[in-house]
């Protein structure tokens, strides 16, 4: 078990466990920046996951199921926003509301669909595509591990960097982040906290939704009840520990992935699976632990203690 750790396809695994929690951290990252704690990011992966499958099975289409998807997550970032902004619920009361409501409407808008309990045996949905890349596929060891991935893990690593610039190199990304810092401040100059917030909270739907299309068409190719498995709370984790940052998040998400890829090889012990599954959750657990010492070792030392 142990020579797999050398081998590329464990690596090529970590990337796949990856992606779902880095498109989630980067939708944490992204309301953060604005000042509001999206915690409902277990639940948008749950519907997204759905609705991927529902969407592709009835087009036909990778795109179109992708893009509807997509709009899917927006809406449900535009409804909390509403809620959270407009009719002033408290932020974690509103994403507890979502997530309950994906674990059992999701059960629910399966079995009207597709008479389906609990798994989509009887829908055929559409993939994300595997892309081969030319010449880095030729390189030994990692050609393995960069080429032959889900088209959605590249598109993952791609937004890290447009993200990046988007929150740090453009007006709109400025905005966000002076909402963020300071909402009286930035009121005082002309800029909107509300608009701004509601744009993140979008934003941050939409981001999260293409993790949640993932896992249902391409880490596995079906739709399962509570498949997120707390992907959505790790990549809060994660999203906590990057310091909201895009770099940050993702070098912390590929922490938790190869915890998640290394509990998946170990189902091929003889080690309790129970034991197995804690794995990426306990991983989760030290992560914050040890966020949480170093931060307050800083303030320390800052306010001289």
Not at 66 to 89: D, E
Not at 125 to 151: C, E, M, R, T, Y
Not at 200 to 216: A, D, H
Request: proline residues 3%; positive net charge.
């Amino acid at each position: 078990m142990w020579n797999s750790l050398l081998t590329p396809e464990f690596y090529n695994s970590i990337l796949r466990a990856t992606t779902p929690i880095l498109f989630a951290t980067l939708a944490s990252g992204v309301a953060a920046k604005s000042g509001i704690c999206n915690m409902a990011l277990e639940g948008i992966l749950l519907f997204s996951a759905l609705f991927g499958v529902i969407f592709s099975s009835v087009t036909h289409s990778f795109l179109l199921g992708i893009l509807l998807t997509m709009v899917v997550g927006g809406c449900i970032g535009l409804f909390m926003a509403f809620f959270i902004l407009n009719m002033k619920t408290d932020e974690i009361l509103a994403a507890i509301a979502i997530n309950l409501i994906a674990t059992g409407g999701t059960v629910l808008l399966l079995l009207a669909f597709s008479g389906d309990r609990g798994s989509s045996t009887s829908i055929t949905n559409v993939s994300a595509p595997v892309l081969v890349i030319p010449f880095i596929q030729d390189i030994p060891f990692i050609g393995k591990i960069l080429s032959g991935q889900n088209v959605l893990t590249y598109l993952a690593l791609i937004m890290v960097v447009v993200m990046h610039l988007f929150i740090y190199k453009t007006p709109l990304g400025l905005k966000i982040r002076a909402v963020g810092e300071n909402k009286n401040a930035a009121e005082s100059v002309g800029i909107s906290s509300r608009k701004i917030q509601y744009i993140s909270l979008v934003l941050s739907g939409v981001l999260c939704s293409l993790g949640g299309y993932f896992l249902s068409g391409g880490y596995m190719n079906m739709f399962t009840k509570d498949m997120s498995a707390g992907k959505g709370f790790i990549a809060l984790a994660a999203s906590s520990m990057g310091g909201d940052t895009p770099i940050g998040g993702f070098l912390v998400s590929m922490l938790f992935g190869a915890a998640q890829a290394f509990a998946n090889m170990m189902q091929l012990t003889t080690i309790p699976v129970e034991l197995i599954q804690m794995i990426p959750y306990l991983t989760t657990l030290i992560g914050l632990a040890i966020f949480s010492y170093i931060v307050m070792k800083r303030k320390a030392k800052l306010s001289g203690k």
